[in-house]
Every structure is written in structure tokens, then in C-alpha cells.
């Protein structure tokens, strides 16, 4: 018995240090004007990026990622004030087309900067072919499921879009 309960308690300290040391520890989000602002995860897999500064931003070397093991840096990638750049999320890794696909049963995406600064990321829900999830009013609203994805363009304030 005393064999047993021994055996037991060394496989519970495996299992915890087994995931405690496997995950990324968590960083802070340190906004920079850059956001994660739409993701479509059902069909045809996409995520928007969304410049909130006042200036051109190239997005050369931010990374993206579903797994901190394996971050897909982006290529030379401008993005005007206010305007949008797509990633379609295809597993190709090649130019605007990231090294990994998306769960259409949700999970969480990170946007960092060069320097490793973690500076937005989303958890997404699951959804269906012809929803998004979107925030609104784009890069600093709050996340919504809507109907009407609007992939390289503003989201509007989310007052008929939305579905919950």
C-alpha cells in the first residue's frame, strides 16, 4: 500500500513539472499601437493586424504564433496609418502566409515585436465558416463574434455585426 501511494505521488510530480516546465511563462502585454484585430478560423484561415499609430509601420521581423515553439517571423510587410495587412494562416510559411494553420475550435494567437516584446494576442472562440471574430471599434474594442468578417477593413463600431 505505502508502495502504491509512493508510486502516485511521484507520478503527480512528474505530470507537474512535466507542463509547469514545457510553457512559455506568461508576458505581459506591452502595447505598442500594433493589435491583432480579426481572425477567421473556420475555411479559410486569416488573421488581420491592425496599425493604430499615427505612422507607416513595417512589420519585418514580428513575430506570430500559436505555439511559442515555433513563431513565424513576418517578412517586409507596410502597413499604412490606420490601415490593415493580412496573414493568411495556411501552414505554407511563405511571405504573408504563416507556418501554422488555426483551430477552428479556438485557441490563443501572440503578436510580438522584433525584440520578443509580447504586444497583443487574442483568445478566439470557436466558430463557423462565415463568422470572425473581430474587435470593435478596430485595435482597442472589445472582441466579438460577427457575421460579416471584414477582412482588410475597418470593423465599425460593432453595432450590427456583432452575433454575441
Known amino acids: 500500500m505505502y508502495a502504491m501511494q509512493k508510486s502516485t505521488i511521484l507520478l503527480a510530480l512528474i505530470v507537474v ?3 509547469s516546465c514545457t510553457r512559455e511563462p506568461v ?43 515555433m513563431k513565424f517571423t513576418l517578412p517586409s510587410i507596410n502597413i499604412a496609418a490606420g490601415g490593415f495587412a493580412i496573414l493568411y494562416c495556411d501552414g505554407t510559411g511563405i511571405g504573408d502566409h504563416t507556418s501554422f494553420g488555426l483551430s477552428s475550435i479556438g485557441e490563443t494567437i501572440f503578436l510580438e515585436d522584433p525584440k520578443g516584446t509580447l504586444v497583443d494576442q487574442v483568445d478566439y472562440p470557436a466558430m463557423s465558416g462565415s463568422q470572425s471574430y473581430a474587435r470593435f471599434p478596430d485595435g ?9 468578417p471584414t477582412q482588410n477593413a475597418s470593423n465599425g463600431d460593432g453595432a450590427f455585426a456583432s452575433l454575441r
Open 27 to 69: 508576458k505581459p502585454v506591452v502595447n505598442n499601437g500594433i493589435f491583432l484585430n480579426e481572425v477567421a478560423a473556420k475555411g479559410s484561415d486569416w488573421l488581420e493586424i491592425y496599425n493604430g499609430t499615427g505612422a507607416s509601420v513595417n512589420l519585418s521581423g514580428y513575430m506570430v504564433y500559436d505555439d511559442p515553439t
Open 140 to 148: 482597442t474594442g472589445d472582441w466579438k463574434i460577427t457575421g460579416a
Open 17 to 19: 513539472l512535466f507542463f
